[in-house]
């Protein structure tokens, strides 16, 4: 059985989050135009790596956080960088695919 930690579902959001901005058709045209792409996502990580942290603690998921401190701190900025390379990396494949 596969377990994901957060870093982990970090970077399946990211993944899916590009995805959905690059071929979905409402999303990739607003997408081209909007002007705060970086910034959006760097505060969606962001968002994404405190949301898993609130659900740890609300007992949704268990990702072995154990009493909050700086361990958990560190966990939350594993997962945002987790986020954002996943949504950099699926964000270089797609510009590679566009050339060919």
Do not use: C
């Not at 962001?46 to 956080?65: C, N, P, Q, S, T």
């Not at 945002?80 to 695919?97: E, I, N, V």
């Amino acid at each position: 059985m596969i377990e994901l930690n957060g870093a982990g579902l970090a970077a399946v959001v990211a993944l899916l989050t590009s995805l959905l901005l690059a071929y979905v058709p409402g999303f990739q045209t607003w997408w081209e135009t909007y002007p705060y792409k970086r910034e959006s996502l760097a505060g969606i990580g962001f968002l994404v790596a405190w949301v898993l942290v609130g659900l740890h603690y609300a007992g949704a998921v268990d990702l072995g956080l154990g009493a909050f401190g700086w361990p958990v701190v560190w966990r939350a900025l594993e997962a945002w960088l987790a986020f954002a390379g996943m949504g950099q990396l699926t964000f270089t494949a797609q510009k590679w695919g566009h050339k060919s």
